[in-house]
């Protein structure tokens, strides 16, 4: 089968100049092109209408001076020099007379390792970010280790949470499935025009919508990726989106109203009842793994519960309302049918549930669903969202939580690895668990799996990011790469964080946490086993 896919990208090579020499024979290490930049420009491959904008080469760049984006800090890395070739094909006019087509960016470092990487979007994508693979790669994205990595719009244009691309068909099925194979394919043909020869090895890497996209190709596309990374999942919108109204609406019911009857989810809880919950939990779970560090690693042991701070008299400082309990109770442990049915699982309770300033705010500062506005209603009939949402045929085609048979991708030795942020506000880290879970019943049980796959939870750690006390920082691309290609399993990755500047913990693969085993520093990974 590679023989075969090999052949068929080494096809469109041939629609330029013969290739020098010595990138025809070029095997192992690292490999330099075999075209100029700008002749991609001229680029045409069989039976694609594909149509490349700009190739443009770009100067290596020091430490701390490129950027993954405008208000991104600076990288802490050189970058390599590379050919960057913004594109596009499936050019169309769609519904309503819109223009439609796959845009994409490829990054062709000059000194390529032989590796690519599809770098996973967000939100409903519709931008084409730069092509670096920053994303659960610790210091150094992917490009600056010698990748070529592509991006892409997944088929439409469109900033955040724009969902007018789905009045057209074609656009949401690229949008669901299609444009994860179609980039890829269309990627490495480019790769093979560029240097001679297909990648050695294909890697997928994204958070949220990156990391559904990122299950795609293990699910949709098993034979292109040989490693994968998948970050909080954005598997199961419409139930994560049930979810978080109904939080709202537990929010709504407890909290204070203005003049006109409008509940102000806002004033719920202030900022000391946030500190006071924040600290309770930590006074009893913190300690589970060892160290008294603001970091709840031992998440599965912990059995914090609200009510232990229920107010037996008036509302005080140190206690909170019977409403406030309940509140934060029903919008923690997820929405139920009438039937007492488990919709979505809870939010685990987390050192960053309170986390406010920039980013997403924690839980506690009331729920925010990311399509739709805010939510007012005090109630939910919750057996006609869930109705709602299995008649939705979009949500069908985008949804990768039920699909688990992973044969064809752990069969030609396909390593993927997930991890998701126990403070999460959006999508639950017991989501990702529970695939993890089914996923691993689905294909041989635990032992099987684990020569296949591991998964990771952060403490503290919110969307894909960020955290008031968390290690956010670790490299699962050098993780997954040393797995697929040399069989070292990831047992434990170090992380490190801003938030806790000089401190490093190990993530450990689950159901393994990291336990501190003393008597060593205890501000230092080294410090701390692996434990069940």
């Known amino acids: ?48 209408d594909l149509q490349i904008s700009k190739a443009e080469e770009i100067s290596p760049a020091a430490p701390g001076t490129a950027r993954i984006s405008a208000s991104a800090p600076p990288l802490s890395v050189a970058m390599p020099a590379y050919c960057r070739i913004e594109g596009s094909f499936e050019r169309r006019t769609g519904v309503g007379g819109k223009p439609y087509a796959l845009n994409f960016a490829l990054a062709l470092p000059d000194d390529w390792n032989g590796r690519f990487l599809f770098q996973g979007g967000g939100g409903l994508n ?31 244009k469109g900033a955040g949470f724009d969902a007018t691309f789905m009045e057209d068909q074609l656009a949401v099925l690229n949008f669901a499935q299609g444009s994860v194979g179609k980039v890829t394919h269309l990627a490495k043909q480019i790769i093979v025009a560029y240097y001679g020869r297909p990648p050695r090895y294909s890697y997928f890497d994204g958070c949220s919508t990156g990391g559904r996209e990122a ?7 098993p034979e292109d990726f040989d490693g994968i990374i998948a970050g909080a999942p954005a598997m199961e919108t419409g139930r994560s989106n049930i979810a ?3 939080a709202a609406a537990a929010y709504n019911r407890a909290a204070p109203m203005d003049a006109s009857g409008k509940p102000l989810p806002a004033q719920l809880l202030s900022k000391s009842d946030k500190n006071l919950l924040t600290s309770r939990l930590l006074s009893d779970c913190d300690a589970l793994d060892g160290q008294k560090d603001g970091l709840i690693f031992n998440f599965g042991a912990c059995r914090f519960d609200p009510a232990e701070l229920k107010c037996n008299g008036p509302k005080t400082e140190i206690c909170l309302s019977p409403a406030q309990v309940d509140a934060v109770r029903t919008a923690f442990a997820g929405p139920h049918t009438g039937g007492g049915v488990q919709v979505y699982p809870p939010f685990p309770y987390d050192a960053g549930i309170g986390a406010e300033g920039g980013g ?62 126990l403070s999460d506000p959006w999508f639950s880290a017991l989501q990702t668990l529970k695939y993890y879970q089914s996923m691993t019943a689905a294909n041989g ?71 501190y085993a003393g008597p060593g520093d205890p501000s230092r990974a080294a410090s701390y086993v692996c434990h069940e």
């Open 1 to 48: 089968m590679k023989a075969i896919i090999a052949m068929t990208l080494g096809a469109a090579a041939l629609m330029l100049a013969p290739l020098p020499e010595s990138a025809s024979s070029a095997a192992g290490g690292s490999v330099v092109p075999a075209r100029r930049c700008a002749d991609l420009t001229e680029l045409t491959l069989p039976g694609s």
């Open 126 to 156: 519709g931008t084409v970010n730069p092509p670096f693979g920053s994303q659960a790669a610790g210091d150094t994205p992917a490009l600056a280790r010698g990748f070529a990595v592509v991006s892409t719009d997944s088929g439409h």
């Open 215 to 221: 299950m795609l190709g293990a699910q949709r596309y």
């Open 244 to 246: 978080l109204k109904w």
């Open 360 to 421: 997403i705010p924690g839980l506690l500062n009331g729920p925010t669903v990311p399509v739709g506005g805010p939510n007012i209603a005090k109630t939910m009939d919750v057996d006609a969202a869930v109705a709602a949402d299995r008649a939705n045929g979009v949500q069908d085609l985008v949804d990768t939580a039920d699909w688990t048979n992973l044969s064809a991708f752990f069969g030609h030795g396909g390593k993927i690895l997930f991890y998701h942020g």
């Open 445 to 515: 049980g635990a032992e099987a799996v684990r020569a296949s796959s591991r998964i990771f939870m952060v403490p503290g750690m919110g969307h894909c990011q960020g955290g008031p006390v968390t290690l956010d920082r670790f490299d699962l691309l050098g993780a997954v790469v040393d797995w697929t290609e040399s069989g070292k399993a990831p047992d434990r990755v170090v992380a490190t964080g801003s938030s806790l500047s000089g401190q490093s913990r190990p993530l450990c693969a689950w159901p393994a946490h990291a336990q």
